[in-house]
């Protein structure tokens, strides 16, 4: 019985215990509830995955039967059996009965087992943030030679092993989720799981100049998967905020390469930065703030970036320096570009003191801490704590 498959799973298949309703269900295709000996030797034997490494295990498990790829979302009407997916149902992304066992299972997020619209959203998240650094494509079919090129099968291990969840950086963290969540929760004022410019524009305590908001909103960096015209979906503002937060990442930096190379060339020009330099110039100059002329500004980013052809800077360019996530927070993040300036001693050393850590880790920390303390504030000041339970406005 499939409550007695997970120890199959693990011991004989050497799998993380959380593929064991995928695996259960890739063999007892017309959803008896049973699977005996022969017909679990049958299917790992016809399936040659005896020869397989455990990523190319992983892929055929989970991918939809006659396709080469994984996908975000369901591409048809494929029904997978109801007696293991209760909540998820059917037609969904390829990930989601892996995301069902874990939020079903795992002792890290036992908490969020009463409440199915959180489960669901941590579910997407963990999925977005997977297709955004592994997907480099960026077409929403993840390939076995992406997955194997990937570290994603040894943070799931990891996630088997390690009780609590927030210690997996990658990918599966509930802090890292809740502070994605929250902010677009802040930001998406009617709740309708769509933001707009005007919400975009706010986020940061309005960081973020206008002509990036707008390019973004042209849909140059990626396609919005909203569907509706003029708004951005959740799964887009996942895309967003790890591409804002974490500049140094490939991703990234093809994301904000794309905004900034307004002809699509595939080469940035003097007169494309200083396109969006100049909304950051006169936002100084409106803020009181001794304006940096954009002569000194050329000067000093190719400096840091030293770009093989003068006069260009290339996407091959901006990957070899680590200083290139600099280059676009001078462009259209002022309060980074400042706090780039003035370089905080302590920011630092905090930085030497663990290399590890990406900037997306220390962002989505000091958030989860100021979300964490707002909270018990608003909770003391309200005598009690209200439970998420109640309502879809308690994240907080």
Not at 115 to 141: D, L, W
Not at 214 to 230: L, T
Not at 282 to 305: A, G, K, N, T, Y
Not at 369 to 383: F, K
Request: charged share 30%.
């Amino acid at each position: 019985r499939y409550t007695e498959f997970k120890l199959v799973t693990r011991e004989v298949c050497k799998l993380p215990s959380f593929f064991s309703s995928a695996l259960f269900r890739r063999i007892d295709v017309e959803c008896y509830g049973i699977v005996t000996r022969d017909a679990f030797l049958k299917y790992w034997a016809e399936s040659s995955m005896l020869t397989m490494d455990m990523a190319t295990q992983v892929f055929e498990i989970l991918k939809q039967p006659n396709r080469r790829y994984l996908t975000k979302v369901c591409p048809s009407m494929h029904t997978i059996c109801e007696t293991y997916l209760p909540n998820f149902g059917c037609a969904q992304a390829d990930f989601k009965p892996v995301l069902e066992e874990l939020l079903a299972t795992h002792p890290g997020l036992e908490f969020l087992q009463g409440t199915p619209e959180f489960q669901e959203k941590y579910a997407e998240t963990v999925i977005y943030r997977i297709f955004y650094y592994i997907n480099r494509s960026g077409n929403g079919r993840l390939t076995l030679r992406e997955l194997k090129r990937s570290n994603l099968i040894f943070v799931m291990q990891q996630v088997d092993e390690e009780e609590e969840i927030n210690k997996i950086l990658r990918y599966f963290s509930y802090e890292h989720f809740y502070v994605i969540y929250c902010k677009f929760w802040e930001l998406d004022t009617d709740h309708d799981y769509l933001l707009d410019r005007e919400n975009l524009i706010r986020y940061g305590n309005h960081c973020l100049t206008y002509r990036i908001v707008d390019r973004i909103f042209s849909q140059v960096p990626k396609k919005f998967s909203s569907n509706v015209e003029g708004k951005m979906s959740y799964e887009d503002f996942v895309y967003f905020i790890l591409a804002e937060e974490d500049k140094s990442s490939e991703p990234s930096l093809e994301y904000w390469f794309k905004c900034i190379d307004l002809d699509g060339n595939g080469v940035l020009t003097s007169s494309e930065l200083q396109y969006f330099y100049e909304e950051q110039l006169h936002r100084m100059s409106c803020m009181s703030q001794e304006p940096v002329l954009f002569e000194d500004i050329l000067c000093q980013i190719v400096d840091m970036i030293s770009p093989e052809r003068e006069g260009y800077i290339t996407l091959h360019d901006l990957k070899r320096s680590k200083l290139s996530g600099n280059i676009f927070n001078i462009l259209f993040n002022l309060n980074k570009f400042m706090a780039f300036e003035s370089r905080d001693p302590f920011l630092i050393h905090q930085e030497r003191e663990d290399p590890t850590l990406t900037e997306w880790d220390r962002f989505a920390h000091r958030e989860y801490v100021r979300l964490s303390m707002e909270e018990d504030s608003e909770a003391a000041s309200n005598g009690n704590v209200e439970s998420w339970e109640e309502s879809l406005e308690a994240p907080f």
